[in-house]
């Protein structure tokens, strides 16, 4: 069964500061790769998806594929408070069947 | 353009009883899934169709869990018998071809 792991769990940071978070999945043959933001009580919204080893930037959010190490990472620069939320990462293993894999999302909050 | 609509918002029942839950996809759509989103997790597909067909509906508790989608529209996802394990927020989502857009969600609170 496919695996996506989300660390960390939570993370704080400083309005402005970068903020960092990883995903890592198991399967290196997988086709797509998405990050959502939940706010709460609220549905999920895509911030960028990528599918190529690499950088793909969509406003302040950036996110880093790397199929070796089987790692997929989002950066978000300068963030404000309403940045805050639950991020999720999702894998698509098979882009014929469209069925996405969740990570348990980390929680991140912003201070001013 | 009107997004994917999930009614009821928020259902609070006792274990042992039937809910339902309604959603309406974006227009045009013919990929239609169901996910289960427990208290700090991510969401886990139930089921999805295409059309009014089911594709795969392996992760669906099939003794108390059903979903509908009759005319390859709308669909409706209903529990019987419901248990304190069900609590979650239920989220919809539609797609043509590969992006996949998402419901506000239903959440269950069962007692």
């Known amino acids: 069964q496919q695996k996506v792991q989300q660390s960390p769990e939570s993370l704080t940071v400083s309005e402005g500061a970068m903020a960092s978070l990883n995903c890592t999945f198991s399967?290196?043959?997988?086709?797509?790769f998405r990050w959502y933001r939940q706010h709460s009580g609220k549905g999920l919204e895509v911030l960028v998806s990528?599918?190529?080893?690499g950088e793909k930037e969509e406003g302040s959010f950036t996110a880093h594929l790397n199929r070796a190490s089987l790692h997929v990472f989002l950066h978000i620069r300068e963030p404000q408070p309403s940045d805050s939320a639950l991020y999720l990462c999702?894998?698509?293993?098979?882009?014929?069947?469209?069925?996405?894999?969740f990570g348990d999302g980390t929680v991140l909050t912003v201070k001013p | 353009e009107a997004g994917v609509t999930q009614s009821p918002r928020y259902a609070v029942l006792q274990e042992g009883q039937a809910v339902s839950f309604w959603c309406d996809p974006i227009?045009?759509?013919?990929?239609l899934y169901w996910y289960q989103q427990p208290r700090d997790q991510g969401p886990q597909l139930l089921v999805y169709?295409?059309?009014?067909?089911?594709?795969?509906n392996s992760q669906l508790p099939s003794d108390r869990f059903s979903a509908v989608r009759p005319k390859g529209t709308n669909s409706t996802l209903k529990i019987q018998s419901a248990k304190q394990g069900d609590t979650a927020t239920y989220l919809c989502?539609?797609?043509?071809?590969?992006?996949?857009?998402f419901g506000p969600g239903t959440r269950l609170t069962v007692l």
């Open positions: 990528i599918f190529s080893d």
């Open positions: 399967d290196r043959s997988s086709d797509n």
């Open positions: 999702a894998v698509i293993y098979n882009t014929n069947t469209g069925k996405l894999t």
């Open positions: 227009s045009g759509h013919d990929t």
């Open positions: 169709f295409r059309d009014e067909a089911v594709i795969d």
């Open positions: 989502a539609s797609s043509f071809r590969y992006e996949q857009y």
